[in-house]
């Protein structure tokens, strides 16, 4: 019997999952909150896989979210006569469109009490989606999302004040005594430090210790840098060519 582990934040990152798969009403719903997408362009795709033994995190469900220019391309192939956009304006577009989904995806699970888990794929996950599902060029896995009914308590999770973050009429910069004083608060939050210590340890399969926030902040750059260059190596493995 699965456990009922009380909400303490909006968005419920988890990393440990009941075997129980959510019910076809609810995926539906999920899948239809994904579509809520107020552009004029739908050039994205979501693959879904209940195979636990294969998705990430070993959880009921993952919605593997895709840039789709091949649809783009084909839609301009076909009536684009008088004009065809830019590649970059396609990576552009489709990029937008995905992400709006995948959030759209992560809040509708957890409006449906489960929860989710994002993680960006990397170039062999990459390799081994395309030829799971026999994607064409063009159809680019940006990130993966586990969803399924939690074994374990959602962690508490700090953030910004308000303040930090909305901004009326004007910008205004942040004093620096205001920012020393945020990060203070952030580099003593111990439960900030062991949340993303424990993400780390599953995502990366090794123990990061980290001494504050700013350690932790410098550590999560550096990923983002190796990401980045990864990235370009998934477009081209998906058929897109850039330069930086």
């Not at 993952?62 to 590649?87: H, L, Q, S, T």
């Not at 063009?138 to 959602?154: K, M, Q, R």
């Not at 205004?172 to 580099?187: Q, S, T």
Request: glycine residues 2%; hydrophobic residues 40%; charged residues 25%.
């Amino acid at each position: 019997m699965r456990k009922c582990p009380k909400k303490t934040r909006t968005l419920d990152h988890i990393q440990k999952y009941c075997i129980e798969m959510p019910a076809m009403r609810i995926v539906e719903k999920i899948m239809g909150a994904g579509q809520e997408n107020p552009f004029v362009s739908q050039f994205y795709s979501v693959l879904i896989s209940r195979k636990i033994d294969l998705n990430i995190l070993h959880a009921p469900l993952n919605f593997i979210v895709c840039m789709d220019i091949f649809k783009a391309k084909r839609v301009f192939d076909i009536k684009g006569k008088d004009y065809y956009p830019e590649e970059k304006a396609l990576l552009l577009t489709s990029f937008i469109n995905a992400i709006i989904a995948a959030q759209n995806i992560v809040h509708e699970a957890n409006n449906q009490d489960l929860g989710t888990f994002y993680m960006s794929n990397t170039l062999e996950q990459v390799k081994t989606i395309r030829k799971r599902w026999n994607l064409p060029k063009f159809v680019i896995p940006l990130v993966n999302i586990a969803a399924g009914y939690p074994d374990e308590s959602p962690k508490e999770h700090f953030n910004f004040p308000q303040s930090y973050i909305y901004f009326e009429d004007e910008y205004k910069p942040i004093e620096d005594y205001n920012l020393m004083d945020l990060i203070y608060k952030l580099n003593n939050d111990e439960g900030l430090i062991e949340y993303y210590r424990e993400i780390t340890e599953q995502e990366t399969s090794q123990v990061q210790h980290f001494a504050d926030w700013m350690e932790l902040l410098q550590f999560n750059c550096q990923i983002w840098d190796d990401k980045t260059k990864e990235f370009i190596m998934i477009l081209k493995e998906c058929g897109v060519k850039i330069k930086c």
